[in-house]
């Protein structure tokens, strides 16, 4: 009926009306309505309404401490009440927490333990806090008066009762000193005569921290093989388990025994980030891994799941801007789920990060990001085990929960996850593989999967991920199409050849070859003359790799200089039926060329040797001549042999 709300005694409105009938219903509803009751808190979806006490007309108190008592006796353990907050680490602590025979706390115990810790913080918090202590009457007097203010808590807090104000301050100055161990009972703790010290500790630490994974028992019979050739003490097993759950003891043979993931996800510390200041575009997070969907194959089973997806997310919304669906998780496919996130969006991140796969690191696509960047943008690759990695990796685990697991057809997250919720019914889906969708169909259920996924709230938001998307930003970089033209080309590593046959490359697995043709549609054979057997640099488009794509070549600056475009090679059929019209005519010029190339550039070498005198029969001539006079004729005569023989000829 009484309790207290921000600092303030407050009276239960239902318990003055309906329960202790100090005041009718009417009379209440009327002197609230003209201020003469101040109420501080609205009844409703299992709130009570709350009226301050001081503003009870006196009348109106005199019959409530005639019925009640006094409100304020009633209530004097609210005062602390105010700073107590409930200890979930005390709590984790002493759920945990073994004793020397391996056992667990009982849950009683546990229960008072944590309360105990709960409001020994409390108690910190005041007598730490200048402000605080005012109201317990100062330094002086604090200490009897929370001793009061504990010993008057309900009875539904299971703390010890201190007997007087001195046993409380040792007890407080112990559970600072001790921390949460503090409050365990003597009688809970470990009494074995044998304490794990020196050799002994870390022989048995070093066994248990073995990556074949000893178990404790096992660990003890290496111990007594031992254990009398170095003069050690028997030990009891449970002695040693509890000794090795101590939390000091289990982060050494944790990361040794489990490894680093291991260790991570239990004890690595983790940063917040902070998310008030983000809007959209201002992060896009990138990651790829197994599309959890099985597809029919064309194979034994008449059915895989090989599919991978690559996800582009911006962070403030979780909307999905960018995706595809690809055999592997490589370059391309990341530059296939960038380029609809950029067209998506119309604007460029200010961050975007992705992860340390080989694809993002090659240096195409780091030139890619770098020229997505904006003015003070950025991009990086998040660090392995940290804590604070890809926000991608978080949303796509709610991603996979809550649509693509939800597909009839999802193999779910791997059969080898303990719950059998994140498992797939294999049996179900081997029954029903006749309608499974094909690999090209996966496409579209995957925009079915974006479109769900977009128009859902937030777990702590009201409004849609469209929706918050489509807020107002602060900061925005526009990218216009011409930007995007130039942006989503991609160079070649390393300058490839251009050889007599055209110019071949591999992208994904897949073989193209690419030939340069005039405004005419025929083989540029002055551009064939220059630049068969050179190197040059290949600049494309992922997605008109069918079409053509871009060669430059490197001047002596380092600059790159546009040269020509090549075309995918034109194919012939050499089946008379299956010619297309026409396409016999288009053969042989492409046939003649080959010819005509051979003609005309003999036909320059003949033109070159004849200007400059040299010939073959002037060759012959020569050396038959050298041969006559064993090599010994004298300088000037051989020239002039050499120009008589060569007059002679001609």
Known sequence: MFEYYQNTLCVAAVWLYDDAKIITKSNYDAMINRGQLKKLTTGGNGRRALVAYESIPDRFKTKIKALAGDP?????????????????????????????????????????????????????????????????????????????????????????RYKNELSFKRAFRKYLNDGYEANVSGKFLNTNTVKITGDIADFLLAQYCLPI?????????????????????????????????????????????????????????????????????????????????????????????????????????????????????????????????????????????????SGHKSAKMQDLYDRLMPEKG?????????????????????????????????????????????????????????????????????????????????????????DLYAQDAPFRSEIDWSDQLSLFWVDESKPKKYYGHGMPMTVEGKDYLYEVYDEEGQIDTEFRRKYVGEKLIVRYDPEQLDQFIALYETTSTGEKRFVAYAEKKRAYQQIPVLMKEHSRDQMLKDIAVREDEFKRDLAEAEEIMKRAGVTVEGLIADQELNMKFKGQLPKEEQMQADIDEYHGKW
């Open 72 to 160: 304020y006796e009633q209530v004097r353990y609210v005062v602390l009440a105010d700073y107590i907050e409930y200890d979930m680490e005390a709590e984790k602590f002493y759920k945990s927490y073994l004793l020397e025979d391996g056992s667990n706390l009982p849950e009683e115990k546990q229960k008072e333990y944590t309360h105990q810790a709960t409001i020994f913080n409390a108690v910190n918090h005041v007598a730490t806090n200048v402000v605080v202590q005012r109201k317990f009457g100062g330094k002086t007097k604090m200490w009897s008066k929370m001793l009061e203010a504990i010993q008057n808590l309900p009875t539904t807090w299971l703390h010890t």
């Open 378 to 466: 950025t991009h990086y690759p998040h660090m392995v085990g940290r804590k604070t990695g890809s926000p991608a990796e978080q949303i796509f685990n709610r991603l996979q929960q809550q649509v693509i697991g939800k597909m009839w057809f999802s193999d779910k997250q791997s059969i080898k996850v303990r719950k059998e919720d994140n498992k797939p019914n294999t049996d179900f889906l081997i029954e029903f593989k006749g309608a499974l969708p094909t690999k090209e169909e996966l496409w579209q259920w995957f925009e079915l999967a974006v479109m769900q996924w977009n128009s859902k709230c937030r777990r702590d938001m009201t409004i849609c991920r469209n």
């Open 213 to 357: 994974k000893y178990s404790v028992p096992e660990v003890m019979d290496v111990y007594n093989e031992v254990r009398e050739k170095n003069g050690w003490k028997s030990i009891a097993e449970k002695t040693v388990l509890t000794w090795l759950n101590k939390p000091d003891q289990m982060r050494k043979w944790y990361a040794a025994r489990h490894g680093k993931d291991a260790y991570m996800k239990k004890y690595g510390h983790s940063l917040s980030r902070d998310r008030a200041e983000f809007f959209p575009n201002s992060w896009w997070s990138i990651d790829g891994t197994k599309l959890d969907w099985v597809h029919y194959e064309d194979n034994k089973q008449k059915m895989a799941a090989s599919m991978k997806i690559d996800i582009v997310f911006d962070v403030y919304s979780e909307k999905i801007i960018g995706w595809d669906i690809a055999f592997t998780e490589n370059h391309a496919a990341h530059f296939r789920a960038i380029k609809m996130a950029v067209n998506e969006a119309g604007a460029r991140p200010y961050l975007f990060t992705y992860d340390n796969q």
